[in-house]
């Protein structure tokens, strides 16, 4: 007989049925069953047409599944058996992999639209090839008892096809229908009931201008109508927001009315993950600017809950579907957990277990930008070069997550949060604790960053275990390292906001050789002075007079009051609280506010994204940049800020300036690298950090590097920004 294991995504996603059927069609005899390190399969048949089930086995396979490995064996054993069947589980001492939460699918939304079936208009329908899987999670082996539908007893009709192999629903652990399972239910923001039909009630809420909390896979979201002015500027009130874009659902068959998009990025959209995309607007937009104000770009997601495409009903074409929490806090799983920030909440009585926000891609030229992994992609782990001790990552603190891994697995936790509230490091221990039980991984090694007063940083040191300390821009490059199974040494970029340096100083203008566990500085921004750290991020402007003022440019920026001024001036004079920095974030804040983007902005990044924006589709190759200099391993922008002085004061226009900005990154980007790898006879180059997210920087600096007959690594799931610490920090630890 042949022995077959897999293992990767191959249960809870409907691989037993599809393996029974397959072998019936075939006449092949034998049996499967799950095991706790995967899937296995015995069969018996004629050699031709074993060949067609490994075929098709590896070929067909149910959408939601993803194979790690396959194993095939021929033994002498047999079997007695003349048909094929599913056997009961059996443990072994392997780690199951976890199913990500996957959007329905379309079987399930046909009948969710079908008024003959049992589940019409049933908002929790869900198959084996879709539904929540890792929301719904208590413990493994993924089984109903052990997760949050344990307390709704399936019906006779939907036990019967829980229990009939050729159904669709065989196992589906969160199969439910109207008479079994969960219901809706709309409260006011007192959290009494509102009677009436919760769904249709809903809708007519959202219409008439209302917030509404929905509870949703892997949390709250807030929604109201994108295209009611008021409405918006309410919830920006509410949630202090005042600027940054929200994301918006539509059905599929309209997003073209919103963003500008192509068949592959549909798919992105349309796929199990679901993930957020942010694309460019369509002119004119549809919805009102304050969606998205002063953005070129729109976040698109596609309905993946059955009840958002019940939400998405004809008077409501789109909806704002921002994450729903309040701010500093991790996202909501009560309606309690959102304070005053909604009018009612479209609640129901499943429970959910494991929080996860929707994650967020940024399509670049060949490749894709995570900025936020977390629902549809988690738990899943990502494979690494096996590494000998169980190693814990704790991260950064913006866009914290944890790495924990063992062997070849490295399990990224989801989004945890963007600040130090008390909240966020509740769920960071809560999802941690979860990580280590389900994937039996008791790490004996952490890492952390070099910040000694991050909340990750402290409570790595507590742990006890074994610590190493990992620069931030070393853990970014390593990060994609570690993603892309890399050995041997390469040469790093790291542009990014802020991150300790092994100096004091501030860095995030890096160019490095990263080399088994460490790196060496090769080049990076000259030191510019940073009076009063958070507060010059806060006011790009001030870092503007800071850098002109270093540079001994006298150019009077006219948004900047006397006051301030007088005690920049002072402050620089004296050095107190003055910070030293090589940070490229810090640079796009300041050219930004040279051109009079944001004096100040309201979220990250947000002055750097305008700089960008109004780029438009430059085509840089044929501009000339800005001067520079490449001094030792300094990179000196001081030229480049009397250039743009000059060129501001002739009333050059700020688009042109900006273009040229970019240009002179990219022009002494490549010839730091050129001169690196001259040095070290190094031709992988390695992109991380958050300024990459800038797709003109990303896309011209990788185009340019390849047609040098570099060899590029971009992050691919990992993210590029500092999600991808933990990640980064592992690697690294792994050579202790
Ligand atoms: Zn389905
Ligand atoms: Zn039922
Ligand atoms: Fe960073």
């Given at each position: 007989m042949v022995v077959i294991k897999l293992n990767g995504i191959v249960q809870g996603i409907g691989f037993r049925p599809f393996v029974y059927r397959l072998a019936r069609e075939l006449n092949i005899s034998g049996y499967v069953f799950n095991s706790s390190s995967g899937l296995e399969i015995k069969v018996r048949g004629t050699k031709e047409d074993l060949h067609e089930f490994l075929h098709r086995l590896q070929t067909e396979y149910p959408p939601a599944a993803r194979i790690e490995n396959i194993a095939i064996s021929e033994t002498a054993e047999d079997f007695d058996l003349q048909d094929f069947i599913i056997r009961t589980s059996k443990k072994d001492s392997g780690v199951t992999l976890v199913s990500p939460d996957l959007a329905v699918c379309s079987d399930c939304l046909r009948e969710l639209l079908d008024s003959s079936d049992k589940r019409f208009a049933y908002p929790f329908i869900n198959c084996t090839n879709c539904g929540p899987r890792y929301s719904i999670i208590s413990d493994l082996p993924y089984d109903r008892s052990l997760t949050s539908m344990k307390d709704f007893n399936l019906c006779d009709y939907c036990l019967d096809e829980y229990q009939d192999p050729l159904n669709r629903r065989f196992h589906a652990q969160p199969v439910a229908c109207p008479r079994c399972g969960p219901h809706l239910s709309l409260m006011n923001n007192n959290y009494s009931h509102v009677s009436g039909n919760p769904l249709t009630r809903a809708i007519e809420l959202l219409q008439t201008g209302k917030i509404l909390g929905i509870k949703g896979i892997g949390g709250f979201h807030i929604a109201c109508d994108p295209c009611n002015q008021d409405t918006i500027i309410e919830l920006r009130r509410r949630k202090s927001r005042p600027h940054k874009p929200f994301a918006v659902m539509c059905h599929p068959q309209l997003v073209s009315d919103l963003a500008l998009v192509n068949e592959e990025q549909i798919k992105l959209l349309s796929s199990a993950a679901a993930p957020i995309l942010i694309l460019p607007q369509v002119t004119p937009f549809p919805l009102s600017p304050l969606v998205a104000p002063d953005s070129p770009n729109i976040g698109i997601i596609f309905p993946y809950a059955p009840l958002h495409y019940q939400l998405l009903s004809s008077g409501l074409k789109y909806l704002i579907m921002t994450s729903g929490n309040r701010s500093d806090e991790p996202v909501a799983k009560n309606e309690q957990d959102l304070g005053n920030l909604c009018d009612y909440y479209l609640s129901n009585d499943r429970p959910i277990l494991n929080r996860s926000d929707d994650s967020v891609i940024l399509p670049a030229h060949r490749h894709n930008i995570m900025v936020r992994r977390s629902r549809g992609y988690v738990p899943y782990p990502f494979r690494i070069t096996k590494i000998a001790t169980p190693i814990l990552g704790c991260g950064a603190q913006l866009k914290l997550t944890f790495a924990l891994a063992e062997k070849e697995n490295l399990f990224l936790s989801p989004y945890i949060g963007n600040a130090d509230s008390k909240q966020t490091f509740d769920f960071y221990i809560e999802t941690l604790e979860k990580y280590k039980h389900w994937f039996k991984i008791e790490p004996q090694l952490t890492a952390c960053d070099m910040q000694p007063d991050f909340m990750s940083t402290r409570f790595a040191e507590e742990s006890g275990l074994p610590l190493v300390k990992v620069q931030h821009h070393h853990a970014h490059i390593a990060a994609v390292m570690a993603e892309h199974l890399i050995r041997e040494p390469v040469l790093g970029i790291a542009y990014d906001g802020t991150g300790l340096g092994t100096d004091g100083a501030i860095w995030g203008g890096e160019i490095m050789l990263a080399e088994k566990g460490e790196f060496h500085r090769l080049y990076h921004l000259d030191y510019m002075p940073l009076p009063g750290g958070d507060s010059a991020i806060r006011y790009p402007i001030r870092t503007a007079f800071s850098y002109l003022h270093t540079a001994g440019i006298d150019y009077e920026l006219f948004l900047l009051d006397t006051m301030t001024r007088k005690l920049l001036s002072r402050q620089l004079a004296t050095n107190f609280n003055v910070f030293r920095t090589s940070s490229m974030g810090r640079l796009f804040d300041c050219i930004s506010a040279i051109l009079g983007l944001y004096p100040e902005i309201t979220f990250e990044a947000q002055s750097a994204i305008a700089l960008e924006s109004?780029?438009?589709?430059?085509?840089?190759?044929?501009m000339k940049p800005y001067e520079y200099a490449i001094k030792e391993n300094l990179i000196d922008i001081k030229p480049m800020l009397q250039d743009i002085i000059k060129e501001k004061q002739r009333g050059i226009s700020k688009e042109s300036i900006s273009r040229k900005f970019h240009k002179t990154v990219i022009d002494f980007t490549v010839t730091a690298v050129d001169l690196a790898s001259d040095r070290t006879g190094v031709k992988k180059v390695v992109l991380c950090g958050g300024v990459m997210q800038n797709r003109i920087l990303l896309n011209n600096l990788t185009a340019l590097l390849e047609k040098k007959n570099y060899h590029v690594y971009l992050p691919r799931e990992i993210p590029v920004n500092d999600g991808s610490i933990a990640a980064g920090q592992v690697y690294v630890a792994s050579f202790q």
């Open positions: 109004i780029c438009g589709n430059a085509y840089l190759a044929e």
